[in-house]
């Protein structure tokens, strides 16, 4: 079982629409772990860490997002932060 850690950066209209707490359901669905957070310059940036499938399928799920949500572009790239237990919201960086 081959583990994979991505940053993943989401552009669009995706703060102020609950896009985070439905990235945490998602990564809570795929059984990833990491951390969500909006970003200063509007996006948002999260780290996703586990099975390479499974960060293949989070991922994925990142492009759609909740109702009122616009994605416009997902950017994901290996990162070698380990995240902690758990999928958690983190403050604005």
């Known amino acids: 079982m081959m583990m994979a850690t991505q940053r ?3 552009s669009g209209k995706v703060q102020g629409v609950g896009y985070q ?3 945490v359901r998602k990564a809570r669905e795929h059984g990833v772990v990491g951390w969500v957070r909006n970003t200063r310059d ?3 940036e999260m780290l996703a860490s586990g099975e390479d499938e499974a ?3 989070f991922i994925e799920s990142s492009r759609q997002g ?3 949500c616009r ?3 997902v950017e994901a790239d290996p990162d ?3 995240p902690a237990k758990g999928f958690t919201k983190r403050f604005a960086a």
Do not use: C, I, L, Q
């Open 8 to 10: 993943v950066f989401v």
């Open 21 to 23: 707490d439905y990235m």
């Open 42 to 44: 509007g996006r948002v």
């Open 55 to 57: 960060v293949a399928a």
């Open 66 to 68: 909740p109702m009122f």
């Open 71 to 73: 994605v416009d572009s």
């Open 80 to 82: 070698s932060e380990k």
